[in-house]
C-alpha cells in the first residue's frame, strides 16, 4: 500500500513563527502536492513538485514556500504564520512517467492553528 | 476555466436510498476525473475515476455518469448505507504530471 505519512496530526503556533510541515512518501513518486481545505472551498494547491529540487506554485502560494531535498520527502514552510494560515494541511504523492492523469495518495492532514 | 463545479454542497439520504452527485466543468482539456471520499479526520481517498473516452463506469454500488457534451460528471451511490457518510469530492485533471483541480466538496450524511 502506498504511504503518505505527514509529521504532526495537528499543530498550535503562534502569529509571526517559522512553521515546518513534513510529508514523506513511501512508493518512489516523483509528483508531490500541498493543499490546503478549507470548508466550502475544497482543497486547494498551494505547490507541487515533479522531481527533486523542482517546484512550481499552485494556486494560492503567497506566505508559503516548499523545499524537497529528497524524492521522498516534501516539505511546505511557512515563514512568518498569521491567522489566516489556520487550517487543514494535505500532502499527496503522484507516480510520475506516462502521458495520462493517475490517481493521487493522500496524507491524514495536519490540523494547523495559528493563534 | 480551471474551475470544477459540484452540488449540492450538502445532502441527507435515507438508508437504501440513491445519492448524487454533480459536477460541471470548463476546460475541455482535462482528461482525468476522479471522486475522492474523506472520512472525518482523514485525508481524502480514491472512490472512483473515469476518463473520458467513456460514458459510464460502475465499481459496487458506485457509478460515475459521465457526458463529455455538457460538460459534466456526477457519482451515483446505490443503496446509501451510514457508512457512506463522508464528504465527497470531484476533481479533474489534464495530462501528465499535471495537478488536480477540485469542487468544493459535497457532505453527505445517510440516516440510519
Known amino acids: 500500500d502506498v504511504k503518505v505519512t505527514q509529521s504532526s496530526r495537528y499543530l498550535v503556533k503562534r502569529t509571526g513563527e517559522k512553521v515546518f510541515l513534513e510529508c514523506v512518501q513511501d512508493?518512489?513518486?516523483?509528483?508531490m502536492f500541498w493543499y490546503r481545505q478549507d470548508p466550502g472551498l475544497g482543497l486547494r494547491l498551494i505547490y507541487f513538485?515533479?522531481?527533486?529540487?523542482?517546484?512550481e506554485k499552485g494556486d494560492i502560494p503567497e506566505g508559503y514556500s516548499v523545499s524537497r531535498e529528497k524524492k521522498e520527502r516534501f516539505s511546505l514552510i511557512l515563514e512568518s504564520a498569521s491567522t489566516n494560515q489556520t487550517s487543514m494541511y494535505l500532502c499527496?504523492?503522484?507516480?510520475?512517467?506516462?502521458?495520462?492523469?493517475?490517481?493521487?495518495?493522500f496524507g491524514q492532514g495536519t490540523r494547523l492553528t495559528v493563534v | 476555466q480551471q474551475q470544477v463545479k459540484q452540488s449540492p454542497q450538502s445532502l441527507i439520504v435515507q438508508k437504501g436510498g440513491i445519492s448524487i452527485i454533480n459536477c460541471a466543468y470548463e476546460?475541455?482539456?482535462?482528461?482525468?476525473f476522479p471522486w475522492y471520499q474523506q472520512f472525518p479526520g482523514k485525508g481524502p481517498a480514491l472512490l472512483i475515476a473515469?476518463?473520458?473516452?467513456?460514458s459510464e463506469k460502475k465499481e459496487g454500488r458506485f457509478t460515475i455518469s459521465f457526458n463529455k457534451s455538457a460538460k459534466q460528471f456526477s457519482l451515483h451511490i446505490m443503496d446509501s448505507q451510514p457508512g457512506d457518510s463522508a464528504t465527497y469530492f470531484c476533481?479533474?485533471?489534464?495530462?501528465?504530471?499535471?495537478?488536480?483541480?477540485f469542487g468544493p466538496g459535497t457532505r453527505l450524511s445517510v440516516l440510519p
Open positions: 499527496a504523492s503522484q507516480p510520475g512517467g506516462g502521458e495520462r492523469s493517475t490517481e493521487a495518495f
Open positions: 512508493m518512489d513518486h516523483e509528483n
Open positions: 513538485s515533479y522531481d527533486v529540487k523542482m517546484k
Open positions: 476546460n475541455t482539456a482535462f482528461d482525468y
Open positions: 473515469i476518463r473520458p473516452d467513456v
Open positions: 476533481a479533474a485533471s489534464k495530462g501528465y504530471g499535471q495537478n488536480f483541480v
